[in-house]
């Protein structure tokens, strides 16, 4: 696991609409910062340096690759979609 700490998001019209391509609302990615979540490195070669993995209100795993902003706290999601079994065997 990595030592990254995300305080909150940065989140713009282009990142929503990849959410959205995968049935998530924005409020879903938010709230995977009020819960318990893992973030680890994410696969080498992609855009998205780290992977966030939380469940939101309704118990529904959901994964956020995400990528540093200019503040180290702040980080910018960019897709999300619901786990893969895979995703979710790693926060369970």
Not at 20 to 49: C, E, F, M, Y
Not at 54 to 72: F, M
């Amino acid at each position: 696991m990595s030592t990254v700490t995300v305080e909150t998001f940065l989140i713009d019209e282009e990142n929503e609409e990849k959410f959205w391509a995968h049935g998530i609302r924005r409020t879903q990615v938010v709230q995977r910062l009020d819960g318990p979540h893992s973030i680890k490195k994410n696969r080498k070669q992609r855009r998205a340096s780290h992977l966030l993995v939380g469940r939101d209100g309704q118990g529904n795993c959901i994964a956020v690759p995400i990528e540093p902003t200019h503040d180290r706290t702040v980080w910018r999601p960019v897709t999300a979609w619901y786990c893969k079994s895979n995703d979710a065997e790693w926060l369970d």
